[in-house]
């Protein structure tokens, strides 16, 4: 719904310029810009629902945030670095996600998992962000993309089967992207023939999260080439049902993450492994990846504020010219400025969440939150570089990991080019008559 009348602040500016000015009357334009903004806003308006910042937490949602924080500090942080010059996953760290139950934070409890909102799981990605952005992309995946398309699109049989093992054992991974299909995610190739009981998959994969270590492969494929988009399915397929990693790419950031290509020859899944309908994969594809938009926020805008906090502190310990290098101005003015940038990305992250989980339209809050979260993380970890001058630059402090991997934010889950394109798109239908 939108409000169809100038808003009272802008009525109030308008009276306001024009007392000032009173030969100068508000032109035409003006008051149709002002009009047609108004008409941006949504209005929400309803009076039975406490007012809260975007800060107020649920008490079950602070116990999550402050349990992640916990378990990112003590497990997670003593590895960071072995991990990262090793590109590899310790699986103690995997298993002590599932065993604090991080890898089925929405998952129903009947389904072993916790049942939390959105809003944690988001709490979640960030607060490993903070500490290891490969640790929550890897968490990320599991749980925004794998778990979710489980819990809205699976039949009660791929349910029971699968959700409590996601939860508790089982890693998962999202298959969608291939050589030749990026951005154009349905332009991808692989195909799947039925024969009889069971769908055959050829094809290959590239650039998918968590293969390296997962047993569980949502994969995308085709059941009818002449079909376009509306022949793309999801499958539920199992790594001993064929999957063959077929090369680990070696990156610059998110370096403990595993990024592999796939290939399938031949690989026989059962027909009853399709989730959803058939050939409405695009539509499951779509859906989700909006939603996980908001989880790669939150994974830049954890990876902004770890940067921040590790360069913060040493701005008070290092002394120039007999004054700690926090007290010049000309530092306090960009500190100031990462900490309101970070601040908007949370606004923006937290705001699209709780849409999302009120059931409103979160899309172009979304994107908008996953493009600016992911250049406030490039801004906050270039800056906490060069904060601690030549000691940034070296391996021994952990700001130089976040100004690696923060720019994968600006590549997966939909590029930044492309964010751009949906939220103008949008924007075109609220404004277009
Ligand atoms: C580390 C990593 C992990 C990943 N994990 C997964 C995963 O788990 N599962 C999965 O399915 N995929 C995954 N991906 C793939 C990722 O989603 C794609 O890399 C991404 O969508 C971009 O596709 P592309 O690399 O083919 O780039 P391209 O689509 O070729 O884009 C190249 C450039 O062209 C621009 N461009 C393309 N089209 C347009 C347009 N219409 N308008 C304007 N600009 C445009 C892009 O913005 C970009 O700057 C991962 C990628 C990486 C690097």
Redesign the pocket.
Known sequence: MFRSTISLTTRRQLAASIARHPTALPSVSLLTRSFSATRAFRDDTDDTVAKTSLHTLTEDEQMMREMVSRFAVDVVQPKVSEMDEAEKMDPAIIKGLFDNGLMGVETPAEFSGAEASFLSAILVIEELARIDPSISVLCD?HNTLVNTVFRHYASDHLKQKYLPLLATEKLG?????EAG?????FALQTRAELKGDHYVINGS??????SGEADIFLVFATVDPSKGYKGITCFVVERDMGVTIAKK?K?LG?RA?S?CQLSFDDMRVPVENVVGEVGKGYKIAIEILNEGRIGIAAQMLGLAQGAFDTAMPYMFQRKQFGSFIGDFQAMQHQYAQIAVEIEAARLLTYNAARLKEEGKPFIKEAAMAKLYASQVAERASSKAVEWMGGVGFTRDVPAEKFYRDCK?GA????????QL?TIAKLLAKDYRE
């Open positions: 995946v991974c999202f298959c969608l992207s299909s990026g951005s154009d995610a994969k590239m650039w998918i999260t968590n790419e990156k998110i993450s990024t994968i590549i997966y889950e939909g590029t930044s080019n492309i394109q």
